[in-house]
């Protein structure tokens, strides 16, 4: 049976997909995806590939423009992104992808069918990311291969650049004081693990697999005034999406919640959401004083069954 998630998925409305959409652009430049990714994967003609949490297409996209030959299938928890993935190839005309609801605990496809098995800003959600990584082994064919392009959230530092000279030592303290309990808080309520990123390798081997390399991905978000590039704008644009998020009562709730379930008071919840200052992002990018150099980092970890 699917066993519902512990509490509110907040990637399943229509804001969080259009700011998905737009990250999943900061995280790869083209040329790498498809010179040093796809050859490492090598993945058979016509093969059959399945992305684990595709939310609203993310790496099934991607991979679908490169190899028009592959039969992807998308699977998620959520069925509002899987409409809107499906809607987008409609419109874009991308004909080997399917979408369909599932849990990726508990994936409910045959033993050794998919070629490949990918997973894309998924593991550190999941409630079990061990059992997760178990199930996308099980359904690998032998010899199939195995990606997964994972965070250890910790790692990101995109806003340091706006606010460095105004915080002091005793707010960075703070910060990581209350993230240490955000953090507990996420696993204590069946939301994942923002550290699991860099222990991929230990979990695909740990369920069978044969890792074969580990890399990050390639793209750092160069974003300085005049903003020029088209890569540049796309990242402000995300800066903004993401930046609603001060003004959100769910997303507001939902810290408070996870703070207080790892050991923090709701003060404590309230500050550290509160603590991206939005507003002065915001501002920062209306004024054209924004800059950013920090990069969404992404473990990579290719394995074979
Ligand atoms: C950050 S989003 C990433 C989406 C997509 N892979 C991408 O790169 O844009 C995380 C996704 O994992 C999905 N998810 C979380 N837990 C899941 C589960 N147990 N089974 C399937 N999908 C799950 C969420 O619904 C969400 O769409």
């Not at 045959?110 to 894309?120: K, N, P, T």
């Not at 069946?190 to 860099?198: H, L, Q």
């Not at 996870?258 to 550290?272: H, I, K, P």
Request: hydrophobic share 40%.
């Amino acid at each position: 049976m699917t066993q519902q998630p512990a509490t509110v998925n907040p990637w399943s409305d229509d804001d969080n997909s259009a700011f998905l959409r737009l990250r999943m652009k900061t995280f790869w430049n083209g040329d790498y995806f498809e010179r040093i990714i796809l050859p490492l994967l090598n993945l058979p003609h016509s093969g059959r590939v399945l992305d684990v949490g595709c939310g609203n297409g993310g790496i099934s996209l991607l991979l679908s423009d490169l190899r028009p030959d592959l039969q992807i299938l998308g699977m998620d928890f959520e069925p509002k992104p899987l409409e809107d993935a499906r809607a987008y190839a409609s419109r874009n005309g991308l004909a080997n992808l399917t979408f369909e609801q599932g849990d990726a605990h508990n994936l409910r496809y045959d033993d050794a069918v998919f070629d490949g098995v990918l997973c894309q800003t998924v593991l550190t959600h999941v409630r079990d990311a061990q059992a997760a990584v178990k199930e996308m082994t099980r359904v690998l064919k032998s010899g199939g291969v195995f990606f997964a392009a994972e965070y250890t959230n910790s790692a990101m530092a995109n806003y340091d650049s706006v606010h460095f000279e105004k915080r002091d030592e005793a707010w960075y303290r703070e910060y990581y004081r209350i993230n240490r309990m955000f953090m507990k808080g996420k696993m204590a309520l069946g939301r994942g693990d923002d550290t699991v990123g860099a222990r991929v390798p230990l979990l695909a081997t740990q369920a069978g697999l044969d890792v074969y390399d580990v890399r990050l991905n390639d793209r750092a978000m160069h974003v300085f005034p005049p903003y020029r590039h088209e890569k540049q704008r796309n990242y402000l644009e995300l800066a903004k999406t993401a930046n609603t998020i001060d003004n959100d009562e769910k997303w507001l709730k939902l810290n408070i919640k996870t703070v207080v379930a790892g050991g923090g008071t709701e003060e404590d919840g309230r500050w550290f959401h509160h603590a991206i200052d939005s507003a002065g992002i915001v501002r920062a990018i209306e004024d054209g004083t924004f800059t950013a150099t920090g990069s969404f980092q992404l473990y990579l970890t290719f394995a074979r069954k």
